[in-house]
C-alpha cells in the first residue's frame, strides 16, 4: 500500500504535498470521517497516472464541499492489483484549523473574621497539569450561544461547580458582569447557604491578566492548552469567629477540584502551587490585599 497526501483550500485546486511539508502546517488537523465513502474509489486498469489520480482527488474534493478556511489534506491510499492495476482510495479529507487562544479566569475568594484570621480558599486538582496539588479556583472561558463569556460570568459557573459557591451580580451590576471583559470592580452577593452566613455583600476585585506558565504546553499540538488567564479577588468579611472545621461546610469540592484547602498564613506554611503561574497571581493577590485592606487583614500578609 502507497499513502500520498494532497492540499486543497476552499474548493481550489488540488497539489501533492510531501509528509514533510504536510507536518510543517501550524494548524490542526480536523478529521471527516464522513468521507471515508465507497464512491470515493476508483479503479485504474493500467498503473495510476498522475493526471488520472489528480483529477479524481479534485472530483472527491469538489464532492466533500465542506471546505476548511485554512485548506484541507486529503489522503489517498493505492492498492496495487495484478497486470499493473492499481485501486485508488481517499482514506480520509480533514479541514485544518487554527489553534485559537484558549482564555480562561481564576479566582481567589479570601475570607477575614472578626478575630483578623484570613483563610484563602484554594482547591487541590483532580487532573493535570498540577494533579494532587494546590490550586486556584477557575477554568476555561466558554462559547455559550452566540456569547464568549466575560471572565466574571466564567468565574461565577466556576465557582459554583468546584467549590460550591453561588456569586450573584448586584441589581444594576449584570450588563458589565455578563457583557464587559474586564471589570476593575463588580458588586456581586456571595451566598454560602450555611446558617452562620448565608449571604453577604462584597465584589469581584481585578487583579489582571496573566500569561500562562509552562504547564499548559502541549508539545504535540505546538500549543497550550490555556493561554492567558484573568484573575479576581473575592474578599469575603464576617463578624464572628471562623476556623477550618466550619469552612468544611461552607465549600465542597466538585468538578476539576479533588478536595478542598484553606490556607491561613498566620498558621499555614506559604502553598505550593502546581502550576506556575497561579503562584504569581497568588503573590499579586497578597500584594493587593495589604493595599486594600491594610488593618483587615492578618498580621502574616504584613511580614
Not at 495589604?290 to 500578609?301: D, N
Request: proline residues 5%; contains cysteine; hydrophobic residues 40%.
Amino acid at each position: 500500500m502507497e499513502r500520498r497526501m494532497f492540499f486543497g483550500r476552499n474548493g481550489g485546486k488540488v497539489t501533492e504535498v510531501t509528509k514533510e511539508k504536510a507536518a510543517e502546517m501550524k494548524p490542526q488537523l480536523v478529521l471527516d470521517t464522513a468521507s471515508m465513502l465507497e464512491e470515493r474509489t476508483h479503479l485504474c486498469h493500467h498503473d495510476c497516472q498522475n493526471d488520472e489520480i489528480i483529477e479524481f482527488v479534485q472530483t472527491s474534493y469538489d464532492g466533500w464541499g465542506k471546505f476548511g478556511s485554512d485548506g484541507d489534506l486529503i489522503v489517498v491510499c493505492f492498492y496495487r492489483l495484478n497486470e499493473g492495476a492499481c485501486v485508488a482510495q481517499i482514506e480520509f479529507i480533514g479541514r485544518l484549523q487554527r489553534c485559537k487562544p484558549s482564555l480562561a479566569a481564576d479566582i481567589i475568594p479570601v475570607i477575614t473574621d472578626s478575630e483578623g484570621n484570613t483563610f484563602f480558599v484554594l482547591i487541590h486538582r483532580k487532573y493535570d497539569p498540577g494533579k494532587g496539588k494546590i490550586a486556584l479556583i477557575g477554568g476555561n472561558e466558554e462559547v455559550i450561544g452566540p456569547y464568549f463569556q466575560t471572565p466574571t460570568a466564567t468565574l461565577q459557573m466556576e465557582a459554583m461547580e468546584e467549590v460550591n459557591l453561588v456569586l450573584v451580580p448586584q441589581v444594576g451590576a449584570e450588563q458589565d458582569f455578563f457583557h464587559r471583559p474586564f471589570i476593575p470592580r463588580v458588586p456581586v452577593k456571595v451566598k454560602l447557604r450555611q446558617r452562620e452566613v448565608s449571604e453577604t455583600d462584597s465584589e469581584l476585585i481585578l487583579l489582571g491578566t496573566y500569561e500562562t506558565s509552562a504547564e499548559e504546553e502541549r508539545p504535540h499540538l505546538k500549543a497550550k492548552r490555556i493561554n492567558w488567564t484573568t484573575a479576581y479577588i473575592l474578599p469575603i468579611r464576617v463578624d464572628f469567629p471562623v476556623d477550618k472545621e466550619m469552612l468544611t461546610r461552607w465549600f465542597r469540592a466538585g468538578d476539576d477540584a479533588e478536595k478542598m484547602a484553606f490556607v491561613n498564613l498566620a498558621t499555614d506554611p506559604y502553598p505550593e502551587f502546581g502550576i506556575g503561574h497561579h503562584g504569581t497571581i497568588f503573590s499579586d493577590a497578597m500584594e493587593a490585599l495589604r493595599r486594600e485592606y491594610p488593618m483587615k487583614v492578618c498580621t502574616a500578609l504584613h511580614e
